[in-house]
């Protein structure tokens, strides 16, 4: 038996296939949506998976703005964040982030899949999120891809 055919492949930042892939958000629901995203950013779905590399795909994201929510959701749940300064702490429900920004939900969703370290904020800028059906990566063809 030839034991050389058997050796773990390592991927690389020279020897990575990234691809660029384009889902359309429209009716789909967020967290479900956002984890299969999640899975596609860090290359989960490829054979050549490496956990300290960025061997994931650039993912484009259209149509933010028709994500769905379940249950009571846009209106109970909170994001939080803070200011820095005393008393500083803000709240936002999903209904207004969609009126303001409706990208970020999806960004905060994926976002909080990713690793919380070095990669993970590396990872994270292989995603783009548009409101509309209009994003400017024509150039790079992307695969159309429905989860």
């Avoid at 967290?31 to 994931?56: M, N, Q, W, Y």
Wanted: charged letters at 25%.
């Amino acid at each position: 038996m030839n034991t050389l055919s058997y050796k773990t492949v390592s991927a690389n930042k020279n020897t990575v296939n990234k691809e660029w892939i384009v889902v359309d958000a429209e009716g789909e629901i967020l967290g479900r949506l956002a984890s299969e995203i999640a899975k596609v950013i860090r290359g989960k779905h490829k054979p050549t998976f490496t956990p300290h590399v960025d061997c994931g795909d650039n993912v484009i994201v259209i149509n933010a703005d028709k994500i769905k929510l379940t249950g009571n959701k846009l209106g109970d749940k909170v994001y939080v964040r803070y200011t820095g300064y005393p008393g500083g702490q803000r709240f936002i429900s999903p209904k207004e982030l969609m009126a303001k920004h409706p990208e970020r939900i999806i960004e905060k969703a994926v976002r909080g899949m990713l690793p919380k370290n070095r990669l993970g904020r590396q990872l994270f800028k292989n995603l783009y999120v548009y409101a509309g059906t209009e994003h400017k990566h024509e150039a790079q063809n992307p695969k159309p891809v429905k989860f």
